[in-house]
């Protein structure tokens, strides 16, 4: 059984920003799958998903904007049963085992972009994230949260810069 909820308010605050937020949540009983570390195990299990995104964007003009983006993800797997691929093509029941899964990442990015001219952009990012991924299952969302904070965030930090060039007017300054 698959079920799947979103819930995604907008707001726009005035004419220049603009906040959207982002809560969904998946649950799957009774899914076959396979184990993270044993393979070829499969096991019969439940998983759930909830993601929480906040976006905020706010347009200085119509060339330069800057976005925010915050996003915490959390997934859990939990097995309930396991079985081994036979030679023949034919599941059979095992008596391995392997480890529930508690899965959370947090990416927070910031994102200035800038159309200094037409087709030609300059955008600066940062992106913050906070991963973690483990056997012990959290069944209370604070608990889980707490216990995911404490890991080591990555940071990244890029500059790209586009440029169009129109080789029609380049070849037809040269000309003159």
Known sequence: MHVYGRFNPRFRINNNAFLQYIFAIEQMHNELGT???????????????ITNKLIFTYAFNNKLNATLNARHYWKTVNHTSFYELMSNGILATSDNSGDNQNYN????YANIAWEYRPGSTLSI????ILEADNDE???????????????????????KFTSYLDYSTIFNKSKK
Do not use: G
């Open 35 to 49: 184990t993270r570390y044993l393979e070829p195990l499969f096991s019969r299990r439940s998983e759930k998903a």
């Open 105 to 108: 990442i947090w990416t927070l």
């Open 125 to 128: 990012v940062w992106q913050n």
């Open 137 to 159: 299952i959290e069944t209370i969302f604070f608990n889980n949260v707490n216990d995911f904070i404490e890991n080591t965030p990555t940071n990244l930090f890029s500059i």
